[in-house]
């Protein structure tokens, strides 16, 4: 069964640099049209969007991360990368890595991303979910 596989979380201070991955444990996704991204949730608060990227190069990011975290992802068969840069402690939270297959789920994913609508409940939109990674920053 394919799943998402993320690593590279940890502790870091404020300013600090991190870069966390994510692989699919048994074989890639094969699909001509599809699209990956990263999550946060803290407790109590619901899942946001950080980044996405899809087969065609499109990259959204959510504002809050703009020019401080990169998604990258050369192609299908390479793992799916966040580095994030000059962390806040506002950044801290438990990183997710998500796939979605097909035009429209990907559309949804990145109008979550750039905030423009929450991830639905339950976010049916998201066709594979990693366990996440915890990132933490202290001040």
């Known amino acids: 069964q394919m799943q998402l596989v993320e690593s590279g979380g940890g502790s870091v201070q404020n300013g600090g640099s991190l870069r966390v991955s994510c692989a699919w444990s048994?074989?890639?996704?094969?699909?001509?049209?599809?699209?990956m991204g990263w999550f946060r949730q803290v407790p109590g608060k619901k899942r946001e969007g950080v980044a996405a990227?899809?087969?065609?190069?499109?990259?959204t990011y959510a504002e809050s991360v703009k020019g401080r975290f990169t998604i990258s992802k050369e192609n299908v068969k390479t793992p799916l990368y966040l580095e994030m840069n000059n962390l806040k402690p506002e950044d801290a939270a438990m990183y997710y890595c998500?796939?979605?297959?097909?035009?429209?789920?990907?559309?949804?994913?990145?109008?979550?991303?750039?905030?423009?609508?929450?991830?639905?409940?339950?976010?049916?939109?998201?066709?594979?979910w990693g366990q996440g990674t915890q990132v933490t920053v202290s001040s």
């Open positions: 998500a796939a979605a297959v097909g035009l429209s789920s990907c559309h949804i994913l990145h109008t979550v991303v750039r905030g423009v609508r929450d991830l639905g409940e339950p976010p049916l939109e998201i066709d594979y």
């Open positions: 990227i899809d087969s065609d190069g499109i990259i």
């Open positions: 048994e074989y890639t996704l094969r699909s001509e049209w599809y699209c």
